[in-house]
């Protein structure tokens, strides 16, 4: 079919949530450098503010999954190449390499986010005290553990800042709730501490250490009939040559959680309260 462009125009659709919206940025961002003009569309304005400060593609902000599915004709005619985010991911590698590949470009695992002007304001910032971020998923993904007694270790190795939607909200609800602010005070925090989820891909995509519980990673093995996800979900995976990413043994007790910490904070040169 021809089509009125004549550079090469790439789009790319992610449908699922938070945490797979950043992942499909790789896709965006392998068919830039394969020469591609690249729209992103995304259904999470809290997410647009710092998608924007990617340069390398445009982003336009869907509403409802039914509209962008019902545009889809209009799309396959306005652009050369539409590379959707899967139904359902395969859990055969990770993420960013699958939608990478599913594009057309090398499986490249590591991606980036940036923070524009924001990131410069912060860092010359300096903290008498380690601060870490934790992200409030953290109570919606407890398992069982005591997370209050959690904190309250933590708070000996250093400041504690919350991060995120209270516990009862999901991603939906924050439509109207900015992530730019969760991400300067990410950024500007020491460590990250979370659950697989929408903030550790946000906390990994800005360069943060992060040391994250995987709890959630053996349900979704679970519920998915896979025997073992650890090598494919989680920042660890994603930037396997980088030695800033922690995960914690799935059901792992607080005093062991804690110990690893710690242990980070040492590998990391983190001064905590505790040494």
Same mark, same amino acid.
């Given at each position: 079919?021809?089509?009125?462009?004549?550079?090469?125009?790439?789009?790319?659709?992610?449908?699922?949530?938070?945490?797979?919206?950043?992942?499909?940025?790789?896709?965006?961002?392998?068919?830039?450098?394969?020469?591609?003009?690249?729209?992103?569309?995304?259904?999470?304005?809290?997410?647009?503010? +710092?998608?924007?400060?990617?340069?390398?593609?445009?982003?336009? !902000?869907?509403?409802? !999954?039914?509209?962008?599915?019902?545009?889809?004709?209009?799309?396959?005619?306005?652009?050369?190449?539409?590379?959707?985010?899967?139904?359902?991911?395969?859990?055969?590698?990770?993420?960013?390499?699958?939608?990478?590949?599913?594009?057309?470009?090398?499986?490249?695992?590591?991606?980036?986010?940036?923070?524009?002007?924001?990131?410069?304001?912060?860092?010359?910032?300096?903290?008498?005290?380690?601060?870490?971020?934790?992200?409030?998923?953290?109570?919606?993904?407890?398992?069982?553990?005591?997370?209050?007694?959690?904190?309250?270790?933590?708070?000996? !190795?250093?400041?504690?800042?919350?991060?995120?939607?209270?516990? !009862?909200?999901?991603?939906?609800?924050?439509?109207?709730?900015?992530?730019?602010?969760?991400?300067?005070? +990410?950024?500007?925090?020491?460590?990250?501490?979370? =659950?697989?989820?929408?903030?550790?891909?946000?906390?990994?995509?800005?360069?943060?250490?992060?040391?994250?519980?995987?709890?959630? +990673?053996?349900?979704?093995?679970?519920?998915?009939?896979?025997?073992?996800?650890?090598?494919?979900?989680?920042?660890?995976?994603?930037? =396997?040559?980088?030695? +800033?990413?922690? =995960?914690?043994?799935?059901?792992?007790?607080?005093?062991?959680?804690?110990?690893?910490?710690?242990?980070?904070?040492?590998?990391?040169?983190?001064?905590?309260?505790?040494?």
């Amino acid at each position: 079919m021809n089509r009125p462009f004549k550079s090469k125009r790439a789009a790319v659709i992610a449908t699922g949530w938070v945490g797979d919206t950043i992942a499909c940025t790789a896709a965006a961002t392998s068919l830039y450098d394969k020469g591609f003009k690249v729209t992103f569309f995304t259904r999470w304005p809290q997410l647009v503010p +710092i998608l924007k400060n990617d340069s390398r593609f445009t982003v336009r !902000l869907y509403w409802h !999954l039914k509209i962008i599915r019902i545009l889809k004709p209009i799309l396959n005619w306005c652009f050369d190449v539409v590379i959707w985010e899967p139904n359902k991911w395969s859990y055969q590698e990770p993420f960013t390499a699958e939608i990478r590949r599913i594009a057309g470009c090398a499986p490249i695992t590591e991606y980036q986010l940036f923070l524009g002007p924001e990131r410069a304001m912060v860092e010359a910032s300096h903290n008498s005290r380690p601060v870490i971020t934790i992200s409030r998923d953290l109570y919606k993904r407890a398992y069982g553990r005591d997370i209050d007694n959690l904190i309250s270790q933590l708070q000996t !190795l250093g400041k504690v800042e919350w991060v995120g939607l209270l516990p !009862l909200k999901n991603s939906k609800h924050g439509k109207t709730r900015g992530l730019l602010s969760d991400a300067i005070s +990410i950024f500007k925090s020491d460590i990250f501490i979370g =659950p697989e989820g929408g903030l550790l891909w946000l906390a990994a995509g800005i360069g943060k250490p992060c040391i994250y519980f995987t709890e959630n +990673i053996v349900e979704v093995a679970k519920q998915n009939n896979i025997p073992n996800l650890d090598h494919i979900l989680g920042s660890k995976n994603h930037y =396997p040559d980088k030695d +800033i990413y922690f =995960p914690l043994p799935a059901y792992c007790s607080n005093e062991d959680a804690i110990k690893i910490t710690k242990n980070a904070m040492n590998t990391l040169g983190v001064h905590h309260g505790e040494q």
